[in-house]
């Protein structure tokens, strides 16, 4: 599969997914189900074609892991709206999904067969399907933060006048953190098989632990008796940002030039 033909793949997904998410908002349950789903599958099909021809799972690169990105986003999206029927979040999910695949449709990247040694372990998939897909849960609750932090003022939000919006947050990032965890448990293992020890300090893997303890922090304060939801709302953008930091930040800071063991996530 080349990726010349991600464009056809990309178009038909979206479409689906709009028509989900418009389906969605006329409480067309069946209908919006359907259509994401397909879409879905049109894009997982991309994937695993591109998979089948590279003869490697393609998360080597950025606009790889993107691709993983922009699947999960509306089938996070869907699995919110399975569970809490939240209208909006389909469209949410299908908007920011359109953002990373333009982004790869206009900074295309060479993507070739090869693999180094640390990335052949079985442990490497799991761990950054895992992650990507954690991402996409706490890009929503983020982005949940942003929309509530902008529609209210500090005056109106103190103790607890936005409990039922809130708690949206609150689920997804219960989601995220989850899965995030379970992404650091078999970066562990694929640390210990490729490397010969679970965790090293690298700066990638200390930035990971800044993230997860951020949404930690997060969940703590939420059990508060007394908080100010404003502040929970600061607190979930200053993770974000700490995850974006995480995921692709890393590579520009001068501590992981040379010494980082995550490197290779710059090639390509």
């Known amino acids: 599969m080349s990726w010349e033909y991600f464009i056809y793949f990309a178009i038909t997904s979206v479409l689906l997914w709009a028509v989900g998410a418009y389906a969605a908002w006329r ?31 393609p998360l080597r690169t950025m606009g790889e892991t993107r691709l993983w990105y922009s699947l999960f986003l509306p089938l996070a999206g869907l699995i919110v709206y399975s569970r809490w029927k939240y209208k909006w979040i389909l469209s949410f999910s299908a908007i920011l999904a359109l953002v990373f695949i333009c982004v790869n449709l206009f900074k295309p990247e060479i993507h070739d ?12 998939a799991p761990h950054v399907i895992v992650y990507m897909f954690a991402y996409a849960v706490l890009g929503a609750a983020a982005v949940m933060a942003l929309f509530l932090l902008f529609r209210t003022n500090s ?13 949206i947050a609150d689920n997804l990032v219960y989601v995220g953190l989850a899965f995030l965890t379970i992404g650091m448990l078999f970066g562990a293992l694929w640390a210990k098989e490729a490397w010969g020890h679970y965790w090293s300090w690298d700066p990638k893997e200390t930035w990971a632990a800044i993230t997860w303890l951020a949404y930690l922090i997060y969940v703590h304060y939420r ?23 995480c995921w692709w930040g890393i590579n520009y800071l001068p501590s992981a030039q040379g010494s980082s063991v995550h490197t290779y996530s710059t090639s390509g």
């Open 155 to 167: 005056l109106t939000l103190y103790i607890s006048p936005l409990t039922s919006e809130m708690d």
């Open 113 to 124: 067969k090869t693999l180094m040694p640390a990335l052949q372990s079985p442990w490497f």
């Open 27 to 57: 409480n067309k349950t069946g209908f919006a189900y359907t259509t994401t789903v397909l879409g879905l599958l049109v894009f997982f099909a991309f994937i695993l074609l591109m998979w089948i021809s590279l003869e490697r799972p």
């Open 223 to 245: 059990q508060l008796p007394r908080q100010r939801e404003r502040l929970a709302l600061g607190m979930l953008i200053v993770a974000f940002i700490l995850l974006q930091m």
